[in-house]
C-alpha cells in the first residue's frame, strides 16, 4: 500500500506560482509511475501530468505546458508540481496518484492510490 499526501495549495494572485508536494510512504516510489490530476468546481477530474520511473520521463498536458512542470525526488519519496504564472483557471483541487507498474497514459482509473487532494485558488 502506497500513501501520498499533498501539500503546498493554497490562495495566490493571477501570475503567481505554487510548489505543490506528494509526499508517499508505505513504498519506496521510485518505480511507480507518478501523477497529478485537478478538479476544477463542476467539472470531471482531469490530467495534468506524469512522471515515469527509472528515466522519469516526464508529460505534461500542453494546456499547462510551459507554466507546469513535474518533478520526482525518489531518495525524499516525493513529487512535485510546480506552478507558474498561475490564471483563475487553474483553480481546482489537485491530486496526486501512483501506479505501478509503469504507465504511459493519462486515463485515472489506471492509477492505484490518491491522495486526498490540495485546494489551489487563483484570484485574478
Known amino acids: 500500500q502506497v500513501q501520498l499526501v499533498e501539500s503546498g495549495g493554497g490562495l495566490v494572485q493571477t501570475g503567481g506560482s505554487l510548489r505543490l508536494s506528494c509526499a508517499a510512504s508505505g513504498r519506496t516510489i521510485s518505480r511507480y509511475t507518478m501523477a497529478w490530476f485537478r478538479q476544477a468546481p463542476g467539472k470531471e477530474r482531469e490530467f495534468v501530468a506524469r512522471?515515469?520511473?527509472?528515466?522519469?520521463?516526464?508529460y505534461v498536458v500542453n494546456t499547462v505546458e510551459g507554466r507546469f512542470t513535474i518533478s520526482r525526488d525518489n531518495a525524499k519519496n516525493t513529487v512535485y508540481l510546480q506552478m507558474n504564472n498561475l490564471k483563475p483557471e487553474h483553480t481546482a483541487v489537485y491530486y496526486c496518484?501512483?501506479?505501478?507498474?509503469?504507465?504511459?497514459?493519462?486515463?485515472?482509473?489506471?492509477?492505484?492510490?490518491w491522495g486526498q487532494g490540495t485546494q489551489v485558488t487563483v484570484s485574478a
Open positions: 512522471s515515469r520511473w527509472g528515466k522519469g520521463n516526464i
Open positions: 496518484a501512483a501506479r505501478n507498474p509503469d504507465y504511459q497514459g493519462t486515463d485515472e482509473s489506471y492509477y492505484d492510490y
